[in-house]
């Protein structure tokens, strides 16, 4: 039997604030163990949450950027459950009345552009951490690390419009963009900072009714989610033609192993016995508070993209890495407000200085070359001062000395020979020197041409100006 794989993400998103969602700790990653909590992220009785306004901000700022729907009028609720690290023993999260709804993100397929609806965004705090001892029995542990508890994430849930793994990681991939260029999240994944769960049914094709899913909890790469849907996709595929059925569970992915494996059963929402959060009042959006996040938003990286593509004329191809970052479009940019040569700059960024930063696990925000330096050698080049081989050579020089371009050309006598009398003069005595192959090349042995030019090369010690000289070349060797 032939199926078709049905799947649904709630990503998680750490919001970037300094401090937590209802108290005033730190949200630093990396701590001691318990040095960023207080009375109210440890859930001690009697102590009232304050939201953080700044939270509200991000999530606003992310559901601008998805063209959802903003409720300016949104409720929170307690999910009751218990968990070793939720110390209050529910988590404060929103129900009934998110924050945002309806909106949607453009995917690239291989089928072309493919709109995700994008069914809720609601706010709510994070949990902690448990730390699991390993060793003989005696010695092993289990220690909660609360400084995570009640740090700000919103949870995006997609529709049901995802068709394979491949899409998936599109989807997640498109999404972190956005959240990372609007600054609302960090995007480090290994962190935990950006993180989904999937939601994975599969039905026989033509098909409408959609299957049972299976829940796989807390993915963090790109690979793993690519791994665990598609093991997903086998081992229900298998079930079913075996005559068994899909029941819905959470179930865990073992990276290690590559492999699901089944957690717990799947909770109704019932179960959690959702209320409205006492101790809050409704969050009532200000329109001035809207007005400024949407005065405010930066370019998304998709307008960003074709914007790239009619502004500078450059191929899909080059704007698509371009613009991978927003730091990584500005250097670009502003290499080519210098330059004025959007195709040849686009090259150099594309080429050498990614290559570099990738030989140094670089980042493009700390790239010891400036855009300006930069600038000045593609210039030279488009001019034909150096030719492409010494541009190589002085892009090393000046990527690791912070000197300019024209330095390093003038300190290594590197200029190129562009001067029409010179390179003829040049050319006479190595056709005069090499009879036979001239002769050749006039009975029309037309590639000897390569060797003429590797000839005056040599000569020149590839200071020579190639277009020149294959242009001289051929007037000269026609006799
Ligand atoms: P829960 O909190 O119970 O997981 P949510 O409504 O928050 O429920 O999320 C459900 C997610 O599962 C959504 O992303 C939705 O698109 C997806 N989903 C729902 N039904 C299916 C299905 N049959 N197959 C795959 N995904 C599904
Ligand atoms: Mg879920
Ligand atoms: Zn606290």
């Given amino acids: 039997m032939s199926y078709e794989t049905v799947i649904g993400l709630e990503i998680h998103v750490q919001l970037a604030t300094e401090t937590k969602l209802f108290c005033g700790c730190s949200t630093e990653f990396g701590a001691e163990p318990n040095t960023q909590v207080c009375p109210v992220c440890l859930g001690m009785p009697g102590v009232l949450p304050v939201l953080n306004r700044r939270a509200v901000e991000f999530a606003l700022r992310t559901a601008t950027a998805l063209d959802c729907t903003i409720n300016t009028r949104s409720v929170f609720s307690r999910k009751n459950y218990f968990y070793p690290d939720l110390p209050k023993g529910y988590q404060i999260s929103q129900f009934t009345e998110p924050v945002a709804e309806h909106g949607h993100l453009d995917i690239e397929t291989s089928e072309g552009t493919k709109r995700i609806g994008i069914t809720r965004i609601h706010m709510e705090e994070d949990a902690g951490k448990l730390l699991h001892g390993e060793g003989a029995e005696e010695d092993s542990y289990s220690f909660a690390d609360l400084n995570r508890a009640c740090v700000p994430l919103i949870e995006i849930v997609s529709e049901p419009d995802i068709r394979s793994a491949e899409e998936a990681v599109a989807y997640m991939k498109a999404m972190r963009d956005i959240v990372v260029y609007t600054g609302v999240c960090d995007g ?60 819905q569970e959470t179930r865990l992915f073992d990276s290690a192993k590559g492999i699901t494996v089944s957690m717990r059963s799947k909770e109704e929402a019932h179960d959690y016995r959702y209320f409205d959060e006492p101790d809050l009042l409704p969050l009532v959006v200000p329109g001035a508070m809207l007005e400024e996040v949407k005065a405010t938003m930066p370019e998304l990286p998709r307008a960003k993209r074709d914007r790239f593509v009619s502004e500078y004329s450059i191929p899909e191809y080059d704007a698509g890495v371009l613009t991978a970052t927003r730091a990584l479009a500005d250097y670009y940019e502003a290499v080519v407000k210098e330059t004025k040569e959007p195709k040849a700059s686009s090259n150099w960024v594309m080429g050498e200085v990614l290559r570099v930063l990738k030989e140094e696990n670089r980042d493009i925000t700390d790239c010891p ?111």
């Fill in 188 to 247: 480090n994944m290994e962190h935990g900072s950006f993180r989904c769960d999937a939601n994975v049914s599969i039905r026989p094709v033509g098909r409408e009714k959609f299957g049972t899913r299976a829940e796989l909890k807390n993915i963090n790469s790109f690979k793993f989610v690519k791994d665990a849907i598609e093991y997903e996709e086998q081992r229900q595929a298998d079930l079913l033609d075996e005559g068994g059925t899909v029941v």
């Fill in 369 to 479: 070359l400036e855009p300006k330096r930069l600038a000045e050698l593609v210039t030279m080049v488009k001019g034909g001062k150096i030719n492409s081989n010494m541009a190589k050579e002085v892009f090393e020089e000046i990527y690791k000395s912070g000197k300019t371009a024209a330095e390093v050309v003038e300190a290594k006598g590197m200029t190129q020979i562009s001067d029409e009398g010179e390179l003829v003069s040049q050319i006479d005595s190595i056709i005069a020197a090499n009879p036979d192959e001239a002769e050749r090349f006039r009975g029309g042995e037309v590639k000897l041409q390569g060797f003429f030019v590797g000839q005056i090369m040599k000569a020149t010690r590839g200071q020579a100006n190639p277009q020149i000289v294959n242009k001289l070349l051929k007037e000269r060797l026609k006799g």
